[in-house]
């Protein structure tokens, strides 16, 4: 019941670039396949309702289609392809970016007895789950806000906390409780994070990021690759790689100086690494990126 209408919203509302008129909310429409795409994917709750998509993190590979919804509770560089499109029926999505501040206040206001109590060990940075009634029908509630622009500003805020309420206390809501914990495993994680992404260019010492995490090295490697599946040096090498992809855009010329910029004193190994990721050395698909306009939000359908 809620999907039909679902995606009759999506499609009226669908943009170019997935924007809409309610902050933090973004809708994605997608006519064909597309060939593995690597990208980051934001801290953001994407719901289907139409179509399906396969994502890889690392060695992990996640499937969604109409009706179940992916959450990313930290950014990670991430493979994502479309499995299920067509102009016929194209894939519809929603998605909604979580904001930590946004967890931190549900849960302060709630407190413990109100929420599912967390398993241990630190949970993946993304996980997939069936989107119950009361989620769904929360989404459609705030779409139906688009075409209501004078209670759009009152009632979607509201509306966005519910949906963050029912992600929260449902089957997937362990990591984006642990996203708005200051002192979760998860938030040292994400600290790391954003230092590998401010500063993927410079090499570093797993030692040296551990302790700007706060945790002994055994643990802080043990906790990324639970929520990256990936060592801390193969994250920086994703970054890097994905830095590099962006700059080629824009500048396919100058291939070497590209892979000093982003790290690489070596241009073979650039290459090499390079080619591994994107199927193709540097310059040709260099050569394929000038036209193409990557998507803002890659976990969306």
């Known amino acids: 019941m809620y999907l ?14 997935w924007s809409t008129a309610i902050d933090g909310v973004l809708i994605s429409r997608v006519d064909r396949p597309d060939p593995p795409a690597p990208s980051m994917s934001g801290t953001v709750l994407a719901v289907i309702a139409q179509g399906a998509k396969r994502l890889a993190l690392g060695d992990r590979v996640y499937e969604y289609g109409a009706g179940q919804y992916l959450v990313a509770s930290v950014d990670l560089p991430v493979t ?28 302060v206001q709630a407190g413990p007895a109100d929420t599912p109590r967390s398993g241990a060990g630190v949970p993946s940075g993304i996980a997939v789950g069936d989107a119950p009634p009361a989620m769904l029908d929360a989404v459609v509630r705030l779409l139906r806000l688009l075409d209501e622009p004078r209670d759009r ?17 449902g089957e997937q809501g362990a990591a984006v409780r642990r996203l708005g914990l ?75 100086g590209v892979g000093h ?41």
């Open 4 to 17: 039909e209408e679902l995606r009759t919203l999506l499609a009226r509302h669908a943009r170019s670039d």
């Open 80 to 107: 994502g392809q479309f499995t299920r499109a067509d102009p016929e029926q194209p894939a519809l999505g929603f998605g909604l970016t979580l904001e930590p501040a946004a967890v931190a206040e549900l849960l």
């Open 182 to 256: 200051a002192d979760s495993g998860l938030s040292h994680v994400s600290r790391a994070v954003r230092w590998i992404r401010e500063h993927y260019a410079e090499p570093f010492r797993v030692e040296d990021v551990a302790r700007l995490a706060g945790m002994s090295v055994s643990a802080f490697y043990r906790h990324f690759q639970a929520v990256t599946a990936m060592s801390p040096i193969q994250f920086q090498k994703q970054i890097r790689l994905q830095e590099a992809r962006l700059l080629l855009a824009t500048h396919p010329g100058d291939v070497t």
């Open 261 to 301: 910029r982003v790290g690489y004193d070596n241009p073979s190994q650039f290459s090499r690494e390079y080619r591994r990721l994107f199927g193709a050395p540097p310059s040709r698909d260099a050569a394929r990126l000038r036209d193409t306009v990557r998507a803002p939000v890659s976990v969306l359908p």
């Open 153 to 169: 500003a009152v009632l979607a805020p509201l509306v966005k906390r519910e949906i963050l309420w029912r992600l929260i206390t």
